[in-house]
């Protein structure tokens, strides 16, 4: 049984914890956090050993890995803090606040030998991983377009995301939270991202980042898509999923809806209602994964340095592209070590 340390004790990290508890093979036995107070009712809840200091709870317990759920600004030094005891770390996304200090957290690990996973959750939502099944085995023929659409509704007002109030002040808030999901989970449906076009505007005024943005794509294989959405308007019925979507093929359309259904024309071939977890139990299915490939010896899905060039990087190009006003390639962000 691997035993595990979470690193931040906020408002995702007892979601995570939730999840955590049905892991097979893996035990989280402390939490740390820099506010004791947090750090101390963590530990109450979840029945664990609570820590202000990373350092103390590496003494105490010897873990396997650390789960790092903090912010991205604290990122970089926690994994320079962990690279000399080379564990294995599921860093929570965005990997950093920037491109070079996502960077430089990748040649952190690299050089350190340290097993690192971007904790990139959507993919691993149920209905999408059941939708790359139904495309793989060809339910509607050759897909050529796809649109995925994120709406949250906890963005209004003047004290908006009540759950997590720092997304008012990220500086760029709604790709690199948000819509980096629906990104990822496209690259995971239909290969790499080449090129993106993108558009970010600024509803909420209270923001210090785009909370809406629309964003074109076209991938390596020659599919084109469109990703977006707010933070303002509600989603369009209740349901597990945040987002709904898409997916059109030469034979047939896959429609995701809010509720977690999956819709071929007009047949429910996959019901996510009433699925345990968080959206789709998307958290357990990630954490498993991590855990499976430690035991393992495989390769993680979204492992960090190939996370960063194929969805970090037009997480980046995004953005160029929006201040530029001009579609951008993914592959204007590289860096060495990538190749």
């Given at each position: 049984m691997l035993r595990g340390v979470t690193v931040g004790c906020g408002f995702f990290s007892r979601i995570q914890m939730e999840a955590w508890k049905r892991v097979n093979g893996a035990v989280i036995v402390a939490a740390c956090d820099v506010d004791e107070g947090k750090a101390a009712s963590f530990a109450r809840d979840f029945d664990l050993k609570g820590y202000a200091s990373v350092d103390k709870a590496l003494e105490v317990h010897s873990p396997d890995f650390f789960d790092i759920a903090t912010r991205p600004s604290t990122h970089l030094e926690l994994v320079r803090?962990?690279?000399?005891?080379?564990?294995?770390?599921?860093?929570?996304?965005?990997?950093?606040?920037?491109?070079?200090?996502?960077c430089?957290?990748?040649?952190?690990?690299?050089?350190?030998?340290?097993?690192?996973?971007?904790?990139?959750?959507w993919r691993w939502q149920r209905w999408y991983r059941e939708i790359a099944e139904m495309i793989q085995g060809g339910k509607?023929?050759?897909?050529?377009?796809?649109?995925?659409?994120?709406?949250?509704?906890?963005?209004?007002?003047?004290?908006?995301?009540?759950?997590?109030?720092?997304?008012?002040?990220?500086?760029?808030?709604?790709?690199?939270?948000?819509?980096?999901?629906?990104?990822?989970?496209?690259?995971f449906l239909f290969g790499d991202?080449?090129?993106?076009?993108?558009?970010?505007?600024?509803?909420n005024?209270?923001?210090?980042?785009?909370?809406?943005?629309?964003?074109?794509?076209?991938?390596?294989?020659?599919?084109?898509?469109?990703i977006g959405g707010n933070r303002i308007s509600p989603p369009d019925e209740d349901g597990q999923a945040l987002d709904f979507a898409r997916f059109e093929g030469r034979e047939g359309t896959l429609r995701l809806r809010h509720?977690?259904?999956?819709?071929?024309?007009?047949?429910?071939?996959?019901?996510?209602?009433?699925?345990?977890?968080y959206r789709g139990d998307c958290c357990r299915a990630t954490q498993q994964h991590f855990v499976d490939c430690l035991i393992e010896n495989l390769v993680f899905e979204t492992e960090a340095a190939d996370y960063l060039k194929r969805t970090f990087a037009v997480v980046e190009a995004c953005y160029l592209s929006a201040d530029e006003e001009r579609p951008v390639r993914r592959s204007e962000f590289s860096v060495s070590f990538l190749g």
């Open positions: 803090q962990l690279a000399p005891h080379k564990l294995p770390i599921l860093l929570q996304k965005p990997i950093a606040e920037t491109w070079d200090e996502a430089e957290i990748i040649e952190i690990a690299q050089r350190a030998g340290i097993a690192l996973m971007v904790n990139e959750n509607i023929g050759e897909p050529f377009y796809y649109s995925m659409q994120m709406r949250g509704g906890d963005g209004g007002g003047e004290n908006p995301f009540p759950n997590q109030p720092y997304f008012k002040g990220m500086p760029r808030f709604l790709i690199t939270e948000s819509l980096v999901h629906l990104i990822d989970t496209s690259r991202i080449e090129r993106v076009y993108a558009e970010t505007a600024k509803l005024p209270v923001m210090t980042g785009e909370d809406s943005a629309q964003i074109m794509l076209n991938h390596a294989g020659g599919i084109r898509g469109s509720t977690g259904q999956v819709m071929l024309g007009e047949e429910c071939v996959f019901d996510g209602r009433g699925l345990p977890g």
